[in-house]
Every structure is written in C-alpha cells, then in structure tokens.
C-alpha cells in the first residue's frame, strides 16, 4: 500500500466502511508511515470538530478572555525583540 492508495482509503476508513483486509492493510500503513498517519490523526479530527461543532462553542465570556491573552502574547512577542536593525536577517543581505 502506497501513501496515495491509503489516501484514496481514508474517507472509507474514517467511515468504518471498509472491509476488513483493507481495513488491516490500511492500519499496517500507519504503523510505518508517520506522514499518513498525522493526515489521518488530523483528519479525524477535524470531522469530529464538525460532528460535535456544539462542543466548541465556548461562550462569550471565554472566548473574549482567551482572545485578550492571545493578542496580549503577540503583542509581548514583537516588544520582545526592540533592536529590529541590530540583528538584520542574515543571508538575505541584498547589495545592489
Ligand atoms: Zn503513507
């Protein structure tokens, strides 16, 4: 089984519709193939994201203190680095 082949299967083996030879051939996969198995992690998850989309609904007031730290952290993250001529990306020197 290729990583294409385990693609094209994914939807099928999210389903639970499958046989259980492609099914086992599929889970042999993964056990190898780290890149296919995040596609696969991250898939899953996201359909159940959707399926269960009520559960991360998070309320107002939450959400509201969760986005002040967020944009709180990115505004520490920029102070963080004041002197911005000092230390000029190296290898991108252009000398026209
Ligand atoms: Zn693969």
């Known amino acids: 089984m290729t990583c294409s082949d385990f693609l094209k299967e994914l939807t099928d083996y999210l389903d639970d519709s499958m046989d259980a030879q ?9 056990q190898w193939c780290h890149n296919c198995y995040v596609v696969c992690n991250t898939t899953k998850m996201t359909i159940e994201i959707y399926r269960d989309s009520h559960l991360y609904e998070l309320p107002d007031d939450l959400r509201k203190r969760l986005r002040s730290a967020i944009m709180g952290k990115c505004q520490n993250h920029s102070a963080c680095s004041p002197e911005t001529d000092k230390g ?8 026209t």
Do not use: C, F, M
């Not at 000029?88 to 000398?95: H, L, N």
């Open 22 to 30: 492609t099914r086992a051939e599929l889970e042999d996969h993964l």
């Open 88 to 95: 000029k990306s190296p290898g991108s020197t252009k000398t």
